[in-house]
């Protein structure tokens, strides 16, 4: 089908602005009154972490090819270099609400809570005392300035270490005068420290290290005079470059380039909003930043650490209410996992249901002598992982474990690299995909030998193998044994590991090869429906939506007449309700105590509806550069739970923003009476209190 004529560049939100637009929404969190205090300074710690990796990976990018002088345009037709200009401006922005949330909101009401940040002006003498000897005990041993001089030039800080810049008077022991110094704190040291009841004058007192260092820092140069001493911050470019054409060995070539992650090129200084302009200057020349690249703290300059205080603090009445996932009846009742499975398909929502059922398949499978092998795809696993364990049972046992291991997941490359050598150290059999692709998919597949034969069960998820995750983001995980689902995981492993063309699947979608066009050709069918006065209609809920070709698609089938109801909970370049082109779309986002994470697929089709679970986003990298999956649900009570549950999604008026023409989102407020939130609404159907 023909898409040009929805090719106007403004038709289409940037993604990198929508991201930032995320960000703003996730920062609302923070300033929201009816949610509890220690989760508002939680979620100030998370918009702080999304800011960090977007720098990262994102504005990284854009500065890559802004040196390489490349003019390639988005949808949006924007060059790199005014996608870098508008993104200073609004970050820019968005710290200055950072730290304006932290100062005159938070810390504030803490404060009132006996939760309290002590700075240096707050110190009485017993504190004082205790905090010299920390000081003297714990930080003085193992710190080193670094004076500058042509002996000792600029040392490169490692990316998002907390550093300063120290000014100083007089002569050393060798008759120089520098006159500058830097000094790194040390990674191995909690950076808020909580001090003990007996100097402590409210219930919780924390001390920031960073204050520690500024209130001593002069012991640390014995003989001049510190007249000053800043803290600053580089963020640095950390994605990993790995030639799949070059390369021979994934993990070594990975190995070499994670050492560079700590040293890549600068793309942002946070620096102390007390720091003199001239040093700012100097710290920003000796970074090859500009001064669009400088961020003004006030405040410490990394406030993601401050995350460690609601962990601290045992205050359940300033955290979410606690509960239980529940375990669905049939997986309860049933003498074991694989006899539930066998009655039918069988649907967990997590964090709401358990995530134990899976492990307990595991685990089955690994005590098991009538299981032959296990297959599993491992993304993300999370250190002292009970899937890892079960795996490593299995094949103590004897069993055929083979796993594929993503060794590329971002920020979690060493890990999953440490994670490799030790299953192959117990006879795990591990490979790592595809070079080039990254392996994305969500798979487990357990082999059994029955009375009738060898019979498959899978598990098909939206999310990682990763218990932690599990009880923070929201995703879908699917048991079954129907026989073309477990055929199609078959074929997908053998995929991973072996050589040869791809045998065409039964039931499942699959990046790179039939996700993208399948889910055009799904689109466009709601189209022709709609224009011929058939019942048509799409629900999609995902994290982000970005590929031109699916937006145009969408742009189409809502000129066409089909109501579109999107769901997304990150960045969406698709504009809503333009007059003749979006009218019947509706986009909305929602925020809330989870991380919305299921990516769920819905087309009325007539009257033939189809339900789709998948581990992709409807972006670019997910149809193209990913081994992704796309799984139906046939099991009607299923797929009518699911289409239920995007309902309340739908319906939320608590956590829910609706994104605007204009690329800008406005809350959704309830009316009296009629407070509506698709999270509280499931954990009270399906978990327990």
């Known amino acids: ?353 358990s995530f134990a059922p899976f492990i307990d398949f595991l685990r089955r499978a690994a005590a098991d002598p009538r299981v032959l092998s296990i297959r599993q795809t491992l993304y993300r696993t999370g250190p002292e992982s009970a899937v890892v364990e079960a795996l490593t049972r299995a094949a103590v046992s004897g069993k055929e474990v083979l796993v594929v291991i993503e060794l590329r997941a971002r920020f979690d490359e060493a890990a999953n690299i440490e994670l490799a050598d030790h299953l192959q150290s117990v006879g795990v059999q591990v490979v790592y995909g595809i070079v080039g692709l990254k392996t994305h998919s969500k798979m487990s597949m357990v082999v059994r030998r029955e009375s009738d034969g060898l019979r498959r069960y899978v598990h098909l998820g939206t999310g990682n193998y990763h218990q932690r995750t599990t009880r923070l983001y929201t995703d879908y995980g699917l048991f079954s044994c129907e026989p073309q689902l477990t055929e199609d995981v078959h074929k997908l492993f053998q995929q991973l590991t072996s050589m040869g063309r791809a045998d065409r699947l039964n039931r499942i979608l699959q990046s790179p090869f039939t996700l993208h066009a399948t889910m055009l050709e799904y689109i466009d069918r709601e189209a022709e429906n709609a224009r011929a006065g058939r019942p048509s209609g799409i629900v999609a809920k995902m994290n982000s939506l970005v590929e031109p070709q699916i937006i145009k698609a969408l742009y189409l089938a809502a000129q066409a007449g089909v109501q579109i109801d999107l769901v997304v909970r990150g960045i969406c370049s698709l504009r809503p309700g333009v007059p003749g082109v979006s009218d019947n779309i509706r986009v909305r986002s929602v925020i809330g105590r989870f991380l919305e994470h299921t990516r769920v697929f819905y087309f009325v089709n007539g009257e033939q509806p189809m339900v789709y679970l998948s581990s992709a986003d409807w972006m670019g990298r997910n149809f193209f550069s990913r081994v992704e999956t796309c799984f139906p649900i046939d099991d009607p009570d299923v797929s009518d739970r699911i289409l239920k549950e995007c309902r309340y999604y739908l319906d939320d008026n608590c956590q829910a923003w609706e994104l605007a023409p204009d690329g800008s989102y406005e809350p959704i407020k309830a009316s009296p009476g009629e407070r509506f939130s698709a999270q509280e609404k499931l954990l009270a159907e399906l978990a327990i209190d």
């Open 1 to 353: 089908m023909e898409y040009e004529p929805l090719s106007n560049p403004e038709l289409y939100i940037n993604r990198e602005l929508s991201l930032l637009e995320f960000n703003r929404r996730v920062l609302a969190q923070a300033k929201d009154d009816g949610l509890p205090l220690l989760e508002r300074l939680r979620f100030l710690c998370i918009a702080s972490s999304v800011l960090d990796e977007f720098f990262e990976i994102r504005v990284a990018g854009l500065k890559q090819q802004e040196a390489y002088g490349s003019v390639q345009r988005g949808p949006d037709n924007m060059l790199p270099s005014e996608q870098i200009r508008y993104i200073a401006l609004v970050a820019s922005e968005l710290i200055d609400e950072q730290y304006r949330v932290l100062n005159e909101v938070l810390l504030p009401k803490l404060d009132i809570q006996g939760i309290r940040l002590l700075g240096v002006v707050h110190w009485n003498d017993k504190q004082q005392r205790w905090l010299d000897r920390y000081f003297n005990e714990e930080l003085a041993p193992i710190m080193t300035p670094i004076a500058l001089d042509p002996a000792h030039p600029f040392p490169q800080p490692l990316n998002k270490s907390l550093t300063f810049i120290v000014t100083l008077e007089g002569e050393d022991a060798f008759g120089r005068r520098n006159g500058r110094a830097i000094l790194q704190a040390p990674r191995a040291l909690p950076r808020v420290v909580r001090l003990p009841e007996s100097c402590a004058q409210s219930a919780y007192d924390f001390v920031l290290l960073s204050s520690i260092i500024e209130a001593h820092v002069a012991q640390l140069f014995p003989g001049m005079r510190v007249t000053g001493c800043y803290q600053f911050r580089v963020t640095r470019n950390s994605d990993l470059f790995v030639d799949a054409e070059e390369v021979d060995d994934l993990a070594r070539a990975l190995e070499g380039e994670l050492s560079s992650r700590r040293y890549g090129d600068s793309v942002r200084l946070e620096v102390d909003d007390q720091c003199p302009p001239k040093l700012e200057a100097f710290l920003a020349n000796q970074l090859d930043l500009a001064s669009h690249e400088i961020y003004h703290c006030n405040g410490p300059v990394n406030l993601m650490r401050l995350v460690a205080i609601p962990d601290l603090v045992n205050r359940p009445d300033l955290k979410f209410p606690g509960f239980t996932p529940h375990i669905p009846d049939r997986l309860r009742r049933a003498g074991d996992v694989f006899e539930a499975i066998r009655e039918g398909d069988i649907l967990l929502h997590h964090p709401f249901e």
